[in-house]
């Protein structure tokens, strides 16, 4: 009895594996690619940019019984979901076959700091196996043409170049080479998503391996190497790093890990997998659930110091590996992770790096300037598709949201006090009449008439959007009646067990399906697409309008729950989107850092009432 009943069921099911450069290795629980982004190599050539797929897949043959499996036009071929037993990530992908009364255990190993993948493969049972690699060497956001690849001899296999050096070696099969091409294999998931589906792929030979009783074997590919590592030793070493890893919720620990990639000398966080890099704002909102509630405050310090460093004037980029600074929160994000960070550690040197950065925020956020600036009420008013809600079709902004959008000025206001707080631990003067101001003026948000905040001032904008639960979660910028009301709000109208709609069903823009080609999808993005980060702010302002109840804090669990049991397309994550309607599938990355963060961070401070840190002390 084979693990899956049907092809289509064995690839709904994503694994991804990171390397903390931003590569990866990744496909689906039965092995078959559906995407341009699959592949057991995916290398950041420069890291944690530059991705290209290097090794697509390894076609495994057991005594001529062909274990693999591809979509061609009109089959599958070949169907070795057939003879898949089982597959499990503890921690890492491990796939189970038995055919012609042999099993084979198959394991994919990323290299942790390298360009590396290491297959281990253990056998039982006396017999053949045959591995086939199938190569490219392209950018990984679209399948293209083959490029021109040469090999030359190695003593444990092949080396591989198409302007790109890849290794591929074992420690114990035989290499023979014999160049071939397969053609037209098709990525159904980038077919639904209207990009590039087809593509051809590169052998440049096999590995073959004789074997009697139990054995086992290893296959590796990679840019950084030109010899077999001790594979066993490896591969243990990177066991036991997926191991001792911690986090509030420990089914996301590998998750939150694998967003925290080298760049240059420092760190930054990729924003989602497969396809982000790391982007300002994202990372600024994840820091504080990957790296603070799971006490890697070093890694936390560098995200920092590269952030501070890319800021212009101010401003935090929108997209640090683009360069683009087209954002009117990153920056004020930016301020809450290093005030997160000094709640969390009490770092009072750090913090006095970071001191010349937040000026700077509240000295350009308080002036005008291109894009956006404060308006004489003390307000900030930006341009269209500035804030997180950023999508655009053929160059026109989809929810533009120009004018005083309520959860920029929520952030504002927050920014400013925790400024003051983090001045007075410094020993620093600071105006604390700013911060008054702003949040006077912030009153005028108030929507009687909904009983909720408008999304935007000047022009006044009704839309019931989930950008007001920011404000719900400060205690003090509006009066505690007002926040419980726009929580009932968010509730009645946004809620769903994944997150937050973007825009109540009501509505008669709302779109309840996140599905089509990327202007179909770029529309719906914010136009009631749900969103799981959402959910970390809404439980924050459900915990804190209850006063940190042990009642409200149980709930607040309860709500957690289905995100942190997903059964979702990708394993042991949270997905960047779900559909506003029902039944509510997944969309966008299999992985988002924010997802993952802003669940661990609620969990971590308002479930368990870690405020202080108390996750780490109770270790």
Same mark, same amino acid.
């Given at each position: 009895?084979?693990?899956?009943?049907?092809?289509?069921?064995?690839?709904?099911?994503?694994?991804?594996?990171?390397?903390?450069?931003?590569?990866?290795?990744?496909?689906?629980?039965?092995?078959?690619?559906?995407?341009?982004?699959?592949?057991?190599?995916?290398?950041?050539?420069?890291?944690?940019?530059?991705?290209?797929?290097?090794?697509?897949?390894?076609?495994?043959?057991?005594?001529?019984?062909?274990?693999?499996?591809?979509?061609?036009?009109?089959?599958?071929?070949?169907?070795?979901?057939?003879?898949?037993?089982?597959?499990?990530?503890?921690?890492?992908?491990?796939?189970?076959?038995?055919?012609?009364?042999?099993?084979?255990?198959?394991?994919?190993?990323?290299?942790?700091?390298?360009?590396?993948?290491?297959?281990?493969?253990?056998?039982?049972? %006396?017999?053949?196996?045959?591995?086939?690699?199938?190569?490219?060497?392209?950018?990984?956001?679209?399948?293209?043409?083959?490029?021109?690849?040469? %090999?030359?001899?190695?003593?444990?296999?092949?080396?591989?170049?198409?302007?790109?050096?890849?290794?591929?070696?074992?420690?114990?099969?035989?290499?023979?080479?014999?160049?071939?091409?397969?053609?037209?294999?098709?990525?159904?998931?980038?077919?639904?998503?209207?990009?590039?589906?087809?593509?051809?792929?590169?052998?440049?030979?096999?590995?073959?391996?004789?074997?009697?009783?139990?054995?086992?074997?290893?296959?590796?590919?990679?840019?950084?190497?030109?010899?077999?590592?001790?594979?066993?030793?490896?591969?243990?070493?990177?066991?036991?790093?997926?191991?001792?890893?911690?986090?509030?919720?420990?089914?996301?620990?590998?998750?939150?890990?694998?967003?925290?990639?080298?760049?240059?000398?420092?760190?930054?966080?990729?924003?989602?997998?497969?396809?982000?890099?790391?982007?300002?704002?994202?990372?600024?909102?994840?820091?504080?659930?990957?790296?603070?509630?799971?006490?890697?405050?070093?890694?936390?310090?560098?995200?920092?110091?590269?952030?501070?460093?890319?800021?212009?004037?101010?401003?935090?980029?929108?997209?640090?590996?683009?360069?683009?600074?087209?954002?009117?929160?990153?920056?004020?994000?930016?301020?809450?992770?290093?005030?997160?960070?000094?709640?969390?550690?009490?770092?009072?040197?750090?913090?006095? %790096?970071?001191?010349?950065?937040?000026?700077?925020?509240?000295?350009?956020?308080?002036?005008?300037?291109?894009?956006?600036?404060?308006?004489?009420?003390?307000?900030?008013?930006?341009?269209?598709?500035?804030?997180?809600?950023?999508?655009?079709?053929?160059?026109?902004?989809?929810?533009?949201?120009?004018?005083?959008?309520?959860?920029?000025?929520?952030?504002?206001?927050?920014?400013?006090?925790?400024?003051?707080?983090?001045?007075?631990?410094?020993?620093?003067?600071?105006?604390?009449?700013?911060?008054?101001?702003?949040?006077?003026?912030?009153?005028?948000?108030?929507?009687?008439?909904?009983?909720?905040?408008?999304?935007?001032?000047?022009?006044?904008?009704?839309?019931?959007?989930?950008?007001?639960?920011?404000?719900?979660?400060?205690?003090?910028?509006?009066?505690?009646?007002?926040?419980?009301?726009?929580?009932?709000?968010?509730?009645?109208?946004?809620?769903?067990?994944?997150?937050?709609?973007?825009?109540?069903?009501?509505?008669?823009?709302?779109?309840?399906?996140?599905?089509?080609?990327?202007?179909?999808?770029?529309?719906?993005?914010?136009?009631?697409?749900?969103?799981?980060?959402?959910?970390?702010?809404?439980?924050?302002?459900?915990?804190?309008?209850?006063?940190?109840?042990?009642?409200?804090?149980?709930?607040?669990?309860?709500?957690?729950?289905?995100?942190?049991?997903?059964?979702?397309?990708?394993?042991?994550?949270?997905?960047?989107?779900?559909?506003?309607?029902?039944?509510?599938?997944?969309?966008?990355?299999?992985?988002?850092?924010?997802?993952?963060?802003?669940?661990?961070?609620?969990?971590?401070?308002?479930?368990?009432?870690?405020?202080?840190?108390?996750?780490?002390?109770?270790?």
């Amino acid at each position: 009895m084979s693990l899956f009943s049907s092809f289509e069921e064995g690839t709904t099911p994503e694994w991804l594996l990171s390397n903390g450069l931003g590569g990866y290795a990744s496909s689906t629980a039965v092995g078959a690619n559906t995407r341009a982004y699959h592949g057991l190599l995916v290398a950041a050539m420069s890291p944690p940019v530059e991705r290209t797929l290097l090794l697509s897949s390894l076609d495994e043959e057991l005594n001529g019984i062909a274990l693999a499996n591809h979509q061609y036009p009109g089959a599958i071929h070949p169907q070795g979901f057939k003879f898949l037993q089982d597959f499990r990530q503890d921690p890492l992908p491990r796939f189970s076959y038995r055919a012609d009364g042999l099993e084979v255990e198959k394991t994919v190993c990323m290299v942790c700091g390298e360009n590396t993948v290491l297959i281990r493969y253990r056998l039982n049972g %006396q017999g053949r196996m045959r591995v086939v690699p199938l190569v490219h060497c392209r950018s990984f956001h679209a399948a293209t043409g083959l490029p021109a690849i040469s %090999q030359e001899p190695a003593a444990q296999g092949t080396f591989l170049d198409a302007g790109c050096r890849t290794a591929l070696l074992s420690d114990k099969a035989r290499f023979t080479a014999r160049e071939d091409v397969y053609r037209s294999f098709e990525y159904q998931a980038e077919r639904l998503r209207g990009l590039s589906w087809r593509e051809d792929l590169f052998s440049p030979g096999h590995f073959d391996l004789e074997f009697a009783g139990e054995t086992t074997f290893f296959i590796m590919a990679s840019t950084w190497r030109t010899s077999m590592p001790d594979a066993e030793r490896a591969f243990e070493s990177v066991m036991a790093r997926h191991n001792g890893l911690k986090a509030p919720v420990p089914e996301l620990a590998s998750a939150a890990d694998s967003f925290v990639v080298r760049r240059g000398t420092g760190r930054s966080i990729i924003a989602g997998y497969h396809w982000f890099d790391d982007w300002g704002r994202d990372a600024m909102v994840a820091l504080p659930g990957l790296l603070l509630t799971t006490g890697r405050f070093e890694e936390a310090r560098e995200v920092l110091k590269t952030f501070a460093g890319s800021m212009k004037d101010g401003v935090l980029p929108n997209d640090l590996g683009a360069g683009s600074y087209n954002t009117v929160d990153a920056s004020l994000w930016f301020v809450r992770a290093v005030g997160s960070y000094f709640r969390y550690t009490k770092d009072l040197q750090f913090l006095r %790096q970071m001191w010349p950065a937040l000026k700077s925020v509240v000295r350009r956020y308080s002036g005008k300037g291109e894009g956006f600036g404060m308006d004489s009420d003390g307000l900030i008013a930006s341009g269209p598709a500035l804030t997180w809600m950023d999508a655009r079709v053929n160059g026109r902004a989809v929810t533009p949201r120009e004018g005083k959008a309520c959860d920029i000025n929520a952030l504002w206001y927050q920014s400013l006090t925790m400024a003051a707080t983090l001045a007075e631990a410094l020993d620093e003067p600071w105006d604390v009449t700013l911060a008054d101001r702003v949040k006077e003026s912030y009153q005028h948000f108030w929507n009687a008439e909904r009983g909720c905040l408008f999304d935007v001032l000047d022009h006044e904008d009704a839309s019931i959007r989930p950008n007001q639960i920011f404000a719900a979660a400060i205690p003090d910028l509006l009066p505690l009646i007002k926040r419980k009301s726009i929580l009932e709000v968010v509730t009645r109208e946004l809620l769903t067990p994944y997150g937050l709609r973007t825009l109540s069903p009501n509505d008669y823009r709302y779109t309840g399906r996140y599905r089509g080609g990327p202007e179909e999808r770029d529309f719906a993005y914010h136009q009631g697409t749900v969103w799981p980060w959402l959910m970390g702010p809404y439980i924050s302002a459900l915990v804190s309008t209850s006063e940190y109840s042990q009642q409200s804090r149980e709930k607040a669990g309860e709500l957690l729950r289905p995100l942190i049991n997903l059964n979702s397309s990708g394993m042991d994550t949270i997905p960047e989107v779900f559909d506003g309607d029902l039944p509510q599938m997944p969309g966008g990355c299999i992985s988002q850092a924010w997802s993952v963060a802003e669940i661990l961070r609620a969990w971590h401070e308002d479930v368990n009432g870690g405020q202080e840190n108390a996750y780490l002390r109770d270790d």
